[in-house]
């Protein structure tokens, strides 16, 4: 049957809604690859119930690729249920059960007028080519050093077995947390290894937190814009999120001043160094302001250092740390290894108060007893070795390369880096226009964008949008802006 024939009977293939675009280097099979995006677009209904999908020499035609691979894609898909084959006639999206109706409302769900935190965090873990995700948080793979992480893994697997058998301590792996004082000190915060908890990344730390200090009704500060995915963590536990206006040299410190007077939050939760998302870091005139602030109205800080070793911390770019300042008083400090060595290594870490330690490593006791030991020994063999420097500075070396490269290409397809900084992995554009809009047409094109509403506890509609300058490589990633943009 001729395509014009196909446009009169209503079955067109689905051509234009399978993957444009498939990567021999992303680690995943061509038929994996192919398998996830024709799932993922029946998810979320791009691929409605009935659609006729390109016939097998269609598909391998057009994507470059063997008809093996295509058959073996489209078995797995009929095997579970996204697709028939009907005889004679290709293959076609299943009508969906019952058991999937609510997987298909949710779907709806994630079109951009409903964008929520959960459809972001649930497209990151679509395994789209890292290229094609400049909306994620994370370093490509290709940017990391799996050796490294799995040099680790093999060296304790050859110590004493019986050691990894057991539960950990509680506090954490002893070693690693004074490995973590000696880092500590070099950002001139002192803190001895009883002051330290370690936990499964900086997530599993501000639940901690705010477990222990709030109780529903009472209310936490943020950043605005900040780190999404804690605002709907707070609210689970019933605190009200208020967020604080970001300035390019931190917090708005009249505002910060007023709603303090007026909210008495427990706690401000801050990124003081390479902010996400703006990348931008705090003065050592608004450190000391913000400090003096809390002291007067009698909030704790917590301060989230997850991005501290993207920045080079030289006489140029210096980085104020408050629990510098306040050597971990009324200041907790945050820190972790997953944005810098693997996302899957979730080792994270709390330092303060030794008392405050005890007891936020009784709190962690009852909801996990312990972290994974063995995730720290890695960790610590990578530090104690020396071989961590290094290799965040090839990392920071990597970001340098392209930033400048980025911001250029950005700004001549008409978007507005007008917050870009010299360190960090983000980029807070402004793109004049609702980028939930531009998300949803993004996501037709199997590109993941971070809109600008999602980094406000508001969720209000933003022009702004965040940009991870590692995972820009992809021409068609550029050429998709650059044709919303310009129109």
Not at 106 to 127: E, G, T, Y
Request: charged share 20%.
């Amino acid at each position: 049957m001729t395509n014009t024939a196909l446009r009169k009977n209503g079955a067109r293939p689905a051509l234009a809604s399978v993957p444009q675009v498939l990567s021999r280097d992303s680690g995943q099979s061509l038929v994996e690859q192919i398998v996830r995006s024709v799932q993922a677009r029946i998810d979320d209904r791009l691929l409605r119930s009935g659609t006729r999908m390109p016939s097998i020499r269609q598909f391998a035609d057009l994507h470059g690729v063997s008809r093996f691979t295509v058959v073996e894609a489209y078995d797995r898909l009929v095997a579970q249920g996204f697709l028939e084959s009907r005889r004679g006639s290709g293959f076609y999206v299943r009508e969906r059960s019952s058991m999937t109706a609510a997987t298909d409302r949710q779907a709806a769900d994630s079109k951009p007028q409903q964008i929520d935190v959960v459809w972001l965090v649930r497209n990151m873990f679509r395994q789209y080519p890292a290229e094609k995700m400049p909306g994620s948080g994370l370093l490509p793979n290709s940017w990391l050093d799996g050796e490294l992480v799995a040099n680790g893994l093999r060296a304790i697997s050859r110590q004493n077995q019986n050691l990894l058998l057991g539960y950990g301590n509680p506090q954490g792996f002893l070693p690693l947390r004074q490995q973590l004082q000696l880092k500590l000190a070099e950002m001139e915060i002192a803190a001895a290894p009883g002051q330290f908890v370690t936990t499964s990344g900086v997530t599993h730390a501000l639940d901690l937190i705010a477990r222990h200090f709030t109780q529903p009704g009472d209310t936490i500060f943020v950043d605005d814009p900040a780190w999404f995915l804690m605002f709907g963590s707070f609210a689970t536990l019933g605190a009200k999120v208020v967020g604080i206006p970001r300035l390019p040299d931190g917090p708005d410190i009249a505002k910060l001043a007023e709603l303090a007077a007026v909210h008495k939050p427990k706690l401000f939760v801050i990124n003081s160094v390479l902010h996400n998302p703006t990348s931008t870091s705090l003065s050592a005139a608004k450190a000391f302001q913000v400090l003096k602030i809390a002291e007067q109205h009698g909030f704790t800080i917590v301060e989230d250092d997850i991005y501290c070793d993207m920045h080079p911390g030289s006489a140029i770019q210096p980085a104020t740390r408050i629990a510098a300042l306040d050597q971990l008083n009324r200041v907790i400090y945050l820190g972790g290894f997953s944005k810098t060595l693997a996302a899957n290594l979730r080792v994270g870490f709390i330092a303060t108060s030794e008392e405050l330690a005890k007891q936020l490593s009784d709190r962690k006791m009852l909801s996990a007893l312990t972290t994974t030991e063995i995730g720290e020994r890695v960790v610590y063999k990578i530090l104690s070795e020396g071989h961590y420097r290094k290799h965040v500075e090839r990392l920071r070396g990597k970001l340098d390369h392209v930033r400048d490269k980025t911001v250029k290409q950005l700004e001549r397809i008409g978007l507005n880096a007008d917050l870009a900084t010299p360190a960090g992995m983000f980029l807070w554009l402004d793109t004049g226009r609702d980028t939930n809009v531009l998300t949803e047409k993004a996501m037709e094109q199997d590109i993941l964008l971070a809109p600008g509403s999602l980094f406000s506890p508001s969720q209000l509609p933003s022009t702004r949008m965040r940009v991870n300058i590692a995972n820009m490589a992809d021409p068609g990633v550029l050429r998709f802006l650059e044709r919303e943009i310009r129109g």
